[in-house]
Nanobody
Framework: QVRLVESGGGLVQTGGSLRLSCAASGTIYSIVSMGWYRQAPGKQRELVATTTSGASTNYGDSVKGRFTIFRESALNTVYLQMNSLMPADTAVYFC????????????????WGQGTQVTVSS
């Protein structure tokens, strides 16, 4: 079982910055992708950013140019640097990691963190 531990959420004023981190632990043979999603009250969960083992990245349109995702592969950790935060960024942010626990197709995993609250005040 792969466990994710998130940290870094909190309260910040408009224009401020926060950095989220997510560390994966457990039986991990390889990681295919790591990413962040968010869910605001009354809204569906949406993509924030993802990064793959090949270092390609993908961002949601609303965060492009403001957020940066990067990973520290040796530590199975992914970060989300959030700059120029706006009230619309207020949400619970969830970490997602996909990969394999062994060299077997049947060993794939798709794990989610518990979520960390980010609140941006106006």
């Amino acid at each position: 079982q792969v466990r994710l531990v998130e940290s870094g959420g909190g309260l910040v004023q408009t224009g401020g910055s926060l950095r989220l981190s997510c560390a994966a632990s457990g039986t991990i043979y390889s990681i295919v992708s790591m990413g962040w999603y968010r869910q605001a009250p009354g809204k569906q969960r949406e993509l924030v950013a993802t990064t793959t083992s090949g270092a390609s990245t993908n961002y949601g349109d609303s965060v492009k140019g403001r957020f940066t995702i990067f990973r520290e592969s040796a530590l199975n950790t992914v970060y989300l640097q959030m700059n120029s935060l706006m009230p619309a960024d207020t949400a619970v942010y969830f970490c997602n990691v996909r990969g394999y626990e062994a060299l077997l197709p049947s060993s794939s995993f798709d794990s989610w963190g518990q979520g960390t609250q980010v609140t941006v005040s106006s």
